[in-house]
C-alpha cells in the first residue's frame, strides 16, 4: 500500500541567536545567512517526510520584508506544503525576535523543491501527504498552482528565446534605461 505522512510528522523549527559575525557591511544580518538557514530547514522538514537525503532543486523567490539585526533571535517554520512523485516542496516562514522587548516581525517567506534520491542517487518516490486543516489544503492546492505556474514561464522563456528577434527587441528597448552602442 502507498506510504502517507502528515504535515505534524515533519514539521520543523530552527532557531539561531544572530551574532554579530553574520553581519553585513551595513550592520544588518547578512541575507545569505538567512538562506543558509533556510536551506538548513528545508533539509531537514524534505528528509523527515521523506525518510532519505534529499537535494534542493529549487527555490522560489525570496522577498526580505524587514533587515535582521545583531542579537534578534530568528525562527524558521518549515512544515511540508506539497508532495509530487520524488519531490516535495517545503514553505518556510523566517520571524526575528528582538528577545528583550520580544517584539516579533515576519522577515521572509519561501518555498523550496526538495528532491529525495536513493542509495544510487537516483529520484525516489516520496510519500503521499495527508491534509487535516483547511490551511493544510490550502497550501497544498497552491503548492500546485505554483508548479503548474512555473511550467508555464518556463515555456514561455523558451519561447522568447527561441522566437528572438533583433530589430524587434531593440523597438521594444525604447524608453528602458540602456544605450544600445552595438558596432
Ligand atoms: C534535482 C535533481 C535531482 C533533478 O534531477 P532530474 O534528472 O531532473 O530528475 P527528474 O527529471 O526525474 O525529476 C525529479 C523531480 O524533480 C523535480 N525537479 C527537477 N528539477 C526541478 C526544478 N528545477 N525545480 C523544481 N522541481 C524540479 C521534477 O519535477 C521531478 O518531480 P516529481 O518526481 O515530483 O514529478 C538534479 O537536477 C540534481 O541533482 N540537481 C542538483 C541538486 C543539488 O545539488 N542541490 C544543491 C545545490 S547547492
Given at each position: 500500500?502507498?506510504?502517507?505522512?502528515?504535515?505534524?510528522?515533519?514539521?520543523?523549527?530552527?532557531?539561531?541567536?544572530?551574532?554579530?559575525?553574520?553581519?553585513?557591511?551595513?550592520?544588518?544580518?547578512?541575507?545569505?545567512?538567512?538562506?543558509?538557514?533556510?536551506?538548513?530547514?528545508?533539509?531537514?522538514?524534505?528528509?523527515?517526510?521523506?525518510?532519505?537525503?534529499?537535494?534542493?532543486?529549487?527555490?522560489?523567490?525570496?522577498?526580505?520584508?524587514?533587515?535582521?539585526?545583531?542579537?534578534?533571535?530568528?525562527?524558521l517554520?518549515?512544515?511540508?506544503?506539497?508532495?509530487?512523485?520524488?519531490?516535495?516542496?517545503?514553505?518556510?516562514?523566517?520571524?526575528?525576535?528582538?528577545?528583550?522587548?520580544h517584539?516579533?516581525?515576519?522577515?521572509?517567506?519561501?518555498?523550496?523543491?526538495?528532491?529525495?534520491?536513493?542509495e544510487?542517487?537516483?529520484?525516489?518516490?516520496v510519500?503521499?501527504?495527508?491534509?487535516?486543516?483547511?490551511?493544510?489544503?490550502?497550501?497544498?492546492?497552491?503548492?500546485?498552482?505554483?508548479?503548474?505556474?512555473?511550467?508555464?514561464?518556463?515555456?514561455?522563456?523558451?519561447?522568447?528565446?527561441?522566437?528572438?528577434?533583433?530589430?524587434?527587441?531593440?523597438?521594444?528597448?525604447?524608453?528602458?534605461?540602456?544605450?544600445?552602442?552595438?558596432?
Open positions: 500500500m502507498e506510504a502517507y505522512k502528515t504535515v505534524a510528522e515533519s514539521q520543523t523549527t530552527l532557531t539561531e541567536l544572530m551574532i554579530p559575525s553574520y553581519a553585513n557591511f551595513g550592520g544588518k544580518i547578512h541575507g545569505g545567512i538567512i538562506m543558509g538557514l533556510m536551506d538548513k530547514v528545508a533539509y531537514v522538514c524534505s528528509a523527515k517526510h521523506a525518510g532519505a537525503y534529499c537535494v534542493t532543486a529549487s527555490v522560489e523567490d525570496i522577498y526580505f520584508l524587514a533587515p535582521v539585526e545583531v542579537g534578534e533571535l530568528v525562527s517554520m518549515a512544515s511540508v506544503n506539497y508532495v509530487g512523485r520524488t519531490s516535495l516542496v517545503v514553505g518556510i516562514r523566517v520571524v526575528s525576535e528582538n528577545v528583550k522587548t517584539q516579533i516581525k515576519h522577515t521572509n517567506t519561501s518555498y523550496f523543491t526538495m528532491v529525495a534520491m536513493d544510487q542517487h537516483q529520484p525516489l518516490q510519500p503521499g501527504l495527508v491534509l487535516h486543516t483547511d490551511v493544510e489544503i490550502r497550501r497544498f492546492f497552491q503548492g500546485l498552482h505554483r508548479k503548474q505556474l512555473k511550467k508555464y514561464y518556463r515555456q514561455e522563456e523558451d519561447r522568447v528565446k527561441s522566437d528572438f528577434e533583433m530589430t524587434e527587441t531593440i523597438e521594444l528597448l525604447k524608453g528602458e534605461r540602456c544605450r544600445i552602442e552595438k558596432g
